[in-house]
Every structure is written in C-alpha cells, then in structure tokens.
C-alpha cells in the first residue's frame, strides 16, 4: 500500500494525531476531507450553535486551504446534524455565508443522535485545481 498522502491545515497537527485520523487525504486529483466541526484549538466544542457552525466552515477552509483548494472547489457534501427538526434551519441560514455561488455542490444531509459533543459536521470532497 502506498503512503497516504496527508494534508494538515496550520497548527491543528496535534489535535488529529491525538485523535488519529487524517483532515484530508489527496488522491487522483481529489481532495476527502474527514468531517469538520466547530471546535476550538483545544478540540473542544464551541457552545453556541451560530458560533459553532461558523467555525466547522472556518475549519473546513482551513483543511482546504492547506491543499491549495476553496469551497468553490467542493464537489460532493455530507452534513450531519444533531435534531436536524430543531436545528436544520437556524444552521442553513448561515450556510450562504461560505457556500459561494451556484452551481452549488450537491449534498446529502444526515440526522445523528450524537456527534462527540457537537451539533453540525461537514466532510465535503474537493476537485483539486490543477
């Protein structure tokens, strides 16, 4: 098996070799990135569900960016969501503030009953630009 190639976005390294596992992996000329959530440097959740989506986005663009990519990029999104009948709404009015323009990426959106302590997560896969 050849050596996965790993992208970490800045200064975030430690927070994924804690929990073991990769923020994205290039491969083909695509860019699978795992899911982002709205964590704070120490990994733990931002309390406030506005705050908390914003920052997965902030996240999830830093995983990008470090493999010379943008949300205009992202071809295929999964959101999973904790009570997506409570939350759906309030979460996908800010969506529009990172989305882009269309066409827009299609997406599947899951409800889950837990989600380590968050409410939102977002793993999207990019077409990396060449």
Avoid at 17 to 36: C, H, I, K, T, W
Avoid at 44 to 61: G, H, I, K
């Amino acid at each position: 098996m050849s050596k996965r190639d790993v992208v970490f976005p800045p200064g975030r390294q430690a927070l994924y070799e804690r929990n073991r596992y990769s923020p994205a992996v290039r491969s083909d000329g695509f860019l699978f990135v795992s899911g982002q959530v709205g964590s704070r440097e120490d990994g733990s959740p931002e309390p406030d569900l506005d705050a908390q989506v914003r920052l997965a986005f902030t996240n999830l663009n830093a995983v990008l960016g470090a493999a010379g990519c943008t949300f205009d990029d992202v071809v295929d999104v999964t959101v999973f969501i904790v009570d997506p009948e409570k939350h759906f709404e309030a979460m996908w009015k800010i969506v529009p503030e990172f989305w882009g323009e269309a066409p827009y990426p299609n997406i599947t959106c899951v409800g889950v009953t837990w989600l380590y302590g968050f409410q939102f997560e977002i793993k999207v896969v990019a077409k990396i630009p060449e």
